[in-house]
């Protein structure tokens, strides 16, 4: 990862300044990712959710092609090695995971969607659990079942009767399918090549733009729903160009270079404020309403979140 100078005049110099400051990139780069949901929500009645999902990745790769095309011809050998795992990144990790955000929009709230993104990190330790044989502490799994019991307020939207029934929101199923999936892309990283930040991006971006063509022929309406950019509304150009460049390169590269000067572990707490960014911004942006048991099930996934990563920090130290 390249490091910037902060000594630079002008605009460059700004920008090189900004950059060097890994605390207010791994900020920002929850604030974007936090958004996400919040575009959604604004594109209904704008842009369909797989056209959507279509033009944010085939955007993103225009954006990202020329700063990481150097690399990609370096990375080449590497890449190809492993050009199945890279097609899986971009088509789940990226594709896969936002086609069930997006249509979830439709069903449920953004702040609802916002704070079922914590169970993540639930995922992740189950499935270190189940396939690598990864232990939890007890402080871990106490944190892992406060934060499936705020999941679950969420979820049941304050009635955990509701499971019995089985009377869940399909939109909240489907963000919830969305953090299984995202917490398998997450487990299966440790299989990436080892390639230059910009190289990985690139690679998956184009997997990412494969896995959101196939949602839209299969579940969009095909590739002739893609007309529908042609009638867009300003409003609607405004949600793809915001996708396109904060949530999938801005954050990319902000989150990189974070973790670049301060290290994964310390940088990899900031993604707790992911469902943090998104409640803020659906209250502000969208007006939906702050119900008592959003407020209770925040309490909860904070408390069990921040046990889980105590936990694993000390049990690392």
């Not at 797989?50 to 020329?66: I, K």
Request: aromatic share 12%.
């Amino acid at each position: 990862m390249t490091h910037f100078k902060a000594t630079e005049a002008g605009p460059a110099g700004w920008w090189a300044r900004a950059i060097a400051h890994p605390y207010l990139l791994l900020t920002l780069a929850p604030l974007f990712w936090g958004g996400n949901m919040v575009a959604a929500k604004l594109a209904i009645g704008a842009v369909t959710p797989f056209t959507l999902l279509t033009a944010r990745f085939v955007g993103a790769l225009l954006l990202v092609a020329p700063f990481a095309w150097p690399h990609l011809r370096r990375d080449w050998p590497a890449l190809k090695r492993s050009a199945g795992w890279l097609f899986l990144y971009g088509a789940l990790g990226f594709a896969a995971f936002n086609a069930c955000l997006y249509a979830a929009a439709t069903y449920t709230t953004a702040i609802n969607s916002s704070i079922e993104q914590a169970s993540i990190p639930v995922f992740v330790l189950l499935g270190n659990f189940l396939f690598f044989k990864v232990r939890g502490t007890p402080l871990q799994l106490l944190g892992l079942l406060l934060t499936i019991v705020g999941v679950m307020l969420v979820a049941t939207h304050g009635d955990l009767e509701a499971i019995a029934g089985f009377r869940f929101n399909v939109g909240d199923l489907l963000v919830l399918l969305a953090c299984l999936i995202y917490a398998g892309y997450a487990l299966t990283l440790k299989y990436r090549p080892r390639v230059h930040w910009l190289s990985f991006l690139g690679a998956t971006m184009l997997g990412a733009v494969l896995g959101a063509l196939f949602f839209l022929v299969t579940l969009g309406g095909g590739l002739g729903s893609l007309r529908e950019l042609a009638s867009t509304s300003p409003l609607g150009w405004a949600i793809i160009g915001y996708v396109a460049f904060f949530p999938s390169l801005l954050s990319q590269l902000f989150f990189a270079q974070g973790v670049t000067i301060i290290g994964p572990n310390r940088a990899s707490l900031f993604n707790n404020l992911i469902p943090v960014f998104g409640t803020v911004l659906s209250v502000l942006v969208l007006g939906e309403a702050l119900e008592p048991y959003h407020l209770l099930a925040a309490v909860v996934v904070v408390i069990g979140i921040v046990l889980a990563e105590f936990a694993a920090r000390r049990h690392a130290g």
